[in-house]
């Protein structure tokens, strides 16, 4: 069984700063790469960051870029996404994203936590 909850979603100005947090348990070992998607209103969901979990590498969209990190703490098992310099348009609900590919390939979803940046 394997649970992803995110955390530290809130409300901030234009220029704020925001931490997300997102605690895995269960089956921690099987995932290869965790990852922060978006869902803006009426929107598709979009992909935001990811980390490899065994190689640390990390990959940000390009409108994230320079102003958010993705990052990860091994020994609680818990995923971050640091968000700075935060804009109107990144207002969307964050979910967390664990890739299993042994077994087989599946993923992972949290809950979702609502992210509001006011201009």
């Known amino acids: 069984q394997v649970s992803l909850v995110e955390s530290g979603g809130g409300s901030v100005q234009a220029g704020g700063s925001l931490r997300l947090s997102c605690a895995a348990s269960?089956?921690?070992?099987?995932?290869?790469?965790m990852r922060w998607f978006r869902q803006a209103p009426g929107k598709e969901r979009e992909f935001v960051a990811r980390?490899?979990?065994?190689?640390?590498?990390?990959y940000h969209e390009d409108s994230v870029k320079g102003r958010f990190t993705i990052y990860k703490d091994y020994a609680s098992e818990t995923l971050y996404l640091q968000m700075n310099s935060m804009k109107p348009e990144d207002t969307a609900v964050y979910y967390c994203?664990?890739?299993?590919?042994?077994?087989?390939?599946?993923?992972?979803w949290g809950q979702g936590t609502q992210v509001t940046v006011s201009s």
């Open positions: 269960g089956r921690t070992f099987s995932f290869a790469a």
């Open positions: 980390i490899g979990c065994t190689s640390g590498w990390t």
């Open positions: 994203n664990a890739q299993q590919v042994v077994p087989q390939a599946y993923d992972f």
